[in-house]
């Protein structure tokens, strides 16, 4: 019984690694897909035969990208608008994920998060023409703030439910002893609860920015000219009506992926953790 027990257990072990590796594939086939494009000459890429093995590898699609195009604009401006739309993102949840976590039963805080909570069930694209209209009687179109704004109302109610989650984790009592210290409640915030929060802080900081850095509907419509163009609005320009430049396309799509790829890698633990606690805690 010990000895079916024990192949049993072997079996499912190993019926469950080939099922994961399996899945691994499937998702690491689109990156492998693109990168294997990108290295190819042309008249490999226009095959009529479709491989994964590059007869004559070469680096003309990247070089064509970055210095012959506006790549560096666009990556650029997408590292002004994601970083920006973290930190506005990141100071605005914290002290609405105070008052939520603090005050839960206070009228407006239950107001507020049910708004917050709301916002999160209706779809980006039924809100796309409303904030249209509404960056354009601001005079924003094409513009840092006009993104940050749009990015930022979609990005704050998600990151105040998951800093909600980990400030509720941390006991009162530390902020009652630092009251009786003379620590003021914006000093308990930045003095307590935010070091104890780091895990939850770095979660959130993540999802703001992979959020707007990965954005692609808003940043197509709200912005028309290259010097505010964002990278994957600007990705689209090697598409033409007539023509498709797949080599430089699927180059750019990758130089544009690393940067969010390491930062995921390098989060994955904290990004999990708190999408764990904003979800179960509270």
């Not at 401006?77 to 105070?98: E, M, P, Q």
């Not at 924003?140 to 940050?148: A, I, K």
């Not at 598409?239 to 930062?263: E, I, K, Q, Y």
């Amino acid at each position: 019984m010990i000895v079916a027990g024990r192949r049993e257990h072997r079996l499912h072990d190993r019926l469950t690694y080939i099922v994961l590796v399996t899945l691994s594939l499937f998702c690491l086939f689109p990156f492998v897909w693109m990168l294997d494009t990108a290295l190819k000459p042309t008249l490999e890429v226009q095959s009529l035969s479709p491989s994964l093995l590059i007869r004559h590898p070469t680096l003309a699609s990247f070089r064509h990208v970055l210095l012959e195009t506006e790549f560096g604009i666009y990556f650029r401006n997408s590292l002004i608008v994601a970083g920006a739309s973290t930190l506005v993102a990141l100071s605005v949840s914290i002290f609405a994920a105070y008052v939520l976590s603090r005050w839960p039963r206070m009228k407006l805080a239950r107001a507020v998060g049910g708004a917050l909570l709301l916002s999160q069930m209706i779809p980006g694209v039924l809100l796309l023409i409303p904030l249209y209209m509404l960056i354009r009687q601001l005079g924003l179109l094409s513009s840092y703030l006009g993104l940050v704004l749009v990015y930022c109302s979609f990005t704050i109610p998600l990151c105040s439910f998951m800093l909600k989650g980990f400030f509720d984790a941390i006991p009162r009592e530390l902020e009652d002893a630092a009251e009786l210290d003379g620590c003021t409640r914006t000093g308990i915030i930045g003095r307590i609860l935010l070091p104890l929060a780091a895990p939850g802080l770095l979660a959130a900081a993540a999802f703001a920015f992979i959020n707007a850095w990965n954005e692609f509907m808003f940043g197509y419509v709200l912005i028309n000219d290259d010097a505010h163009r964002t990278l994957t609005p600007g990705i689209m320009l090697f598409r033409s009506a007539h023509v498709t430049d797949w080599g430089s396309l699927m180059a750019a799509s990758v130089l544009a992926v690393v940067p969010v790829a390491g930062c995921f890698l390098y989060l994955q633990r904290y990004l999990i953790e708190g999408l764990a606690a904003g979800a179960v805690k509270g």
